[in-house]
C-alpha cells in the first residue's frame, strides 16, 4: 500500500545477499573501523557474521529484557550518543524483529530516523516479516511509511531489505532485494552484484507471480499468516509462564520468535550454549505418547554483538523459534521444562 515512485529494486539471491551489498556500500572500507553498521543489541547474527566475512565493523546500543518481558527500546538520547562515539555510517532497524519478536513502532521509526537525518546517515531496515504483527488495529510499520512530512530529509537516504523467505515461506527460491530512493545507491548496487550476473532466473519466474495478484488477495494471504502464527505464539507465550512462572517470556509482538530467559532460576553460570549442545546431545524427554522428544533452540550467546562472557546478557536467554509444526510446538513449554530442570539437576556448581 506504499508509494512506490522514485524507489529503485536490485533482485538479489536472498536477503543475505543484499545485506553483503549494502554493508559493502554504507560501510567503511575493508578492515577499516570508519562508518561502522550501528545496531540494537541483541541484534540479528546474519549482520556480525557477514560484516566479518567482507572486514565490516558493527557496533551496538543496548537494549534490555525486563522481568515484565518486555525488551526497552533505548532513548533516543542513548542512540544519538553512540551515534557520536562511534560515528556510524548507517542505522540498522529491524521492525519486526529478529531474535527478540519486538515491533518497532511507526513513532518510534519517526524519533530513530530524525537521528539518522540529523546525523547524515544511511536509514537500513530490514523488513523481512513486514505485515507479521499480533496486536490488532496496530498500523503497518515500515521506513517506506513514513513520509518527509513526518521526517523532514528523510528521501534519498532509506534502504530496505526483501526476501522471499519469511512471509511467504520460499527460503529455497534464494529471492531478495534492495530497495531505495536512492539513485546512486541503486547504481552502485547494482555495479557491484554484476560479479554475480543475476539473481536465479527460476526463483524470479515464481516470486514474480505475486505481481499478478491484487491488492485485496495480497492483504487477504497476510492476515491468514497473522491469523496462523497469532494463535500458536500466544497459546505457547501461555503455555511457557504457565508451567515455569519465573522464566521471563519476551512479550510476541512481531515477527516469529520470542525469548526465553531463565536469569530467575538458573544456578550460577548457565550457559545457553552449553544447555542447547547437551539437549541435542544427551536431552530425552518421555511424554505420554510413549515416544522420547528433545528441544533445539538458539542460545542467544551469539545475538549480543561485542558481549563476552560474564558481560553477555544472552547466556541465560534462549530464542524460539516458530517454524515448527503447531501440534508439536504445543509440547514445548513442558519439553523445555522437563530439559531445563534435569540439566540443572546433573550441573555441579
Known sequence: GFDTTGLDVLVTDGASMAMEIIMLGVCGGAGEEERPLLMFNPSYTNYDAVGLRIGRKTVTVERELNENGEFELPSVETVEQRIIETKPGALLIIPYDNPTGQLFSKETLIEYTKLC??????????????????????ETSSIWALTDKDVPGIEGRRISLETASKVWNACGLRIGAIITDNKLCYEKSVAEYTANLSANTLGQYIFGALKHESYAQLHNWYEQQRDYY??????????????????????????????????KVAKPGFDGVEFASWCAEHGAVSLDDGKEYTLLMAPLNGFYSGKNGDNNPGKTQLRVS????????????????????????????
Open 230 to 263: 497469532r494463535q500458536m505464539i500466544f497459546e505457547l507465550h501461555k503455555g511457557f509462564k504457565e508451567v515455569e512462572p519465573d522464566f521471563i517470556v519476551s512479550r510476541p509482538e512481531a515477527s516469529i520468535y520470542f525469548v526465553i530467559d531463565v536469569r
Open 322 to 349: 516458530f517454524c515448527e509444526n503447531p501440534d508439536l510446538l504445543r509440547l514445548a513449554p513442558e519439553l523445555l521444562s522437563k530439559l531445563f530442570r534435569a540439566y540443572e539437576a546433573q550441573r555441579n556448581v
Open 117 to 138: 537525518v540529523k546525523h547524515n546517515l544511511w536509514i537500513i531496515s530490514d523488513e523481512a516479516y513486514r505485515e507479521l504483527a499480533y496486536e490488532k488495529g496496530k
